[in-house]
């Protein structure tokens, strides 16, 4: 897991400014479709950062984080 400030802007404008913690996923299409099946959102993505697929998704209480491919 790694971790970066988030600012708003560009092609991040979607995603809230905050600290965004990546967890390493397997399949992002899945972690993120089970993410909404659970109540949560998909913020932005699915996407390609560096070659990997990425999305950041909320969970219904609101905490943010990005998941990233392995």
């Known amino acids: 897991m ?3 400030v988030c600012h708003a ?3 991040n404008v979607n995603i809230p400014s905050q600290w ?3 967890v390493a996923v397997e399949d992002v299409a899945a ?3 089970n993410c909404e099946r659970l109540g949560g959102k998909i913020l932005d993505g699915i996407r390609k ?3 990997k697929d990425f999305c950041v998704i909320r969970d219904p209480a609101r905490a943010v984080l990005a ?3 392995l």
């Open 31 to 33: 972690g993120a479709a």
């Open 49 to 51: 950062m560096n070659g």
């Open 2 to 4: 790694s971790r970066v």
């Open 67 to 69: 998941l990233i491919g």
């Open 9 to 11: 802007r560009g092609s």
């Open 20 to 22: 965004l913690l990546y």
